[in-house]
C-alpha cells in the first residue's frame, strides 16, 4: 500500500459515544400542494353538507377561500347563512344556480378569510373586579348574535339568489328539504 491511501482498520475511533443509540430522522420526501378542489364544487353548485350544525342541509356554493368551501342556504329558505365549510364535508350535485347576478364587492369580502376571523377577546382584567369575578360561574347558554353587517351581507347575497332560485320549478322546494340516509342505501354508488 502507498502511504497516501488510509487503511480503513487503522482509523481512530471516536472519543465519546452517546449513551442511547438515536436513529437518525430520515428526511421528508412530502412535499406541500395547494388543495385543489373537486370540479363539482364550482361556484353555484348545489352541495350537501355532510358534518357540522347544518348536516343534511343543502346549500349554495358562493366560492371557495384557501382551505374551504363557501356556502349559503340562501338563509331564508333552509336557514343555512353564509359560512365556510371544510370540501371533504360536502358533496357536491349536478344542480347549479345562476349566481351571475350577486354583487360581486360583497362576494369578495365574504370569501376573505378575515371576514370569518373570530374576535380575540380582551387581556384580563386586573385588580379587585377580576379577583371577585374569578369566583362566579360564566353564564351559560348566551348565543352569540350576528353583527349587522353580517346580516347585511346575508340579506345582499340572498335577494338575487332567491330570485334565481324562482325561476326554477322544483328548485325551493329541494333545497328545503334534507339529506338522510336509511338502511340498505349506498351513498358511492348514488348520483347526485
Known sequence: MSSTQANP?????????????TPLRKKARKTQHPTKLRASLKPGAVVIVLAGRFRGKRAVVLGHSK???????PFKINGVPIRRVNARYVIGTSTTVDISKLDKSVLEKVTKPEYFAREKKSKKEKGEDAFIKQGEKPEVGIKKQPTSERASDQKAIDKPLL????????????????FSLRHGQRPHEMVF
Open 9 to 21: 482498520a487503522v482509523q481512530k475511533a471516536a472519543r465519546w459515544y452517546p449513551a442511547d443509540d
Open 67 to 73: 382551505d374551504a368551501v363557501i356556502v349559503t342556504g
Open 163 to 178: 330570485s334565481a332560485i324562482k325561476n326554477e320549478e322544483f328548485l325551493a322546494s329541494y333545497l328545503r328539504s334534507s
